[in-house]
């Protein structure tokens, strides 16, 4: 873009010249009057395809470090911090922009080895963002752009702290609870790069070989298979303790009944007397005598000595 600004301006300066000019010469000399702006447009055209300065803007949302690349310590010692638009000599100088505002990776398949020896595959996705007082420190150890510090020493630590991790998390124990085993990862990743970088939102998308796999079904399917057992067990002690209260009630109730019959019974016995008794008897009475099929010979007489 200086170039651009260097060429506009030689060739504004060559066409004010031409207008300036243009009086002194008439057509005969129209060569001598064309010479001088066309060099001078020459040397502006020479002078910006060989400019060392650019101009550039540092975009919003990050931060700007312009490198010295000249002297023995080649930039490392001697950077400033930059933003907006930037003037440097491209000669002697670059600029490198890194971002402020967390950015999200995904990693491409990885293995790991669970405790035990178990191997499994994981694809880490996570966020991170840039200490952004860190920004040189980190330039001045690793003198990388941001891009090659994500797929170089930041996926070298995200997938070692992964795999440490792993080393102490039996296989079953990881997918039973993997936002505890996530959150370990997490911990142990700002351990190693919280002087440049803070993580968070760590996925691991952990998948276990397909034996492995298989084992952990079978085994979920048994531990289910005694989940319903136990239950069934529970609902028949329920309905065989259920059965014996009915039981219960059924005989407490019998009980009572048969003592409410009995004490019944033995209330009309006390209150039998002989002379109650004949009442009853002349109360069902109904007037007749009783009458008798006698055989032949027999007679009606009773004799009573």
């Known amino acids: 873009m200086i170039s651009l600004f260097i060429f506009c301006g030689f060739l504004i300066f060559s066409v004010a010249m031409l207008l300036a000019t243009a009086r002194k010469y ?65 000669w002697t100088e670059k600029l490198y922009e890194f971002p402020t505002y967390q950015q999200h990776i995904d990693y491409n398949a990885q293995t790991v080895i669970t405790k035990g020896g178990f191997s499994a595959e994981i694809k880490p996705s996570f966020n991170y ?18 891009r090659e510090v994500e797929q170089g020493w930041l996926k070298t630590a995200i997938v070692g702290s992964v795999n440490d991790v792993a080393n102490k998390w039996a296989v079953d124990s990881i997918f039973n609870h993997r936002e505890l085993f996530e959150s370990s990862i997490v911990t142990e990743c700002n351990k190693r790069i919280s002087k440049w970088f803070t993580v968070s ?31 069934q067990k529970q609902v028949a002690i329920a309905d065989a303790l259920r059965k014996i209260a009915i039981a219960r009630g059924d005989s407490a109730q019998m009980v009572i009944q048969a003592a409410g019959e009995a004490e019944a019974i033995k209330r ?33 007489m009773i004799s009573v000595k």
């Open 129 to 146: 963002a840039l200490v952004p007082t860190a920004v040189g420190d980190m330039f001045q150890n690793l003198r990388l752009p941001i």
């Open 201 to 231: 939102q760590l996925r691991t998308n952990i998948t276990p070989p397909p034996a492995l796999q298989s084992a952990i079904e079978a085994k979920t399917k048994a531990l289910q298979e005694v989940q319903v057992a136990e239950n």
């Open 26 to 90: 008439d057509a005969r000399d129209r060569m001598k009057w064309l010479t001088r702006p066309l060099l001078i447009l020459i040397i502006g055209i020479l002078i910006a395809s060989i400019n060392p300065f650019s101009l550039e803007r540092v975009d919003a949302g990050h931060l700007g470090l312009k490198v010295n690349l000249t002297g023995d310590a080649r930039g490392v010692s001697d950077y400033t911090y930059k933003t907006g638009w930037v003037v440097f000599n491209n």
């Open 268 to 300: 009309k016995q006390m209150t039998l007397t002989p002379l109650y008794i004949e009442y009853m008897k002349i109360e069902r009475w109904d007037g007749k005598n009783p009458t008798t099929v006698l055989g032949n010979g027999s007679s009606t």
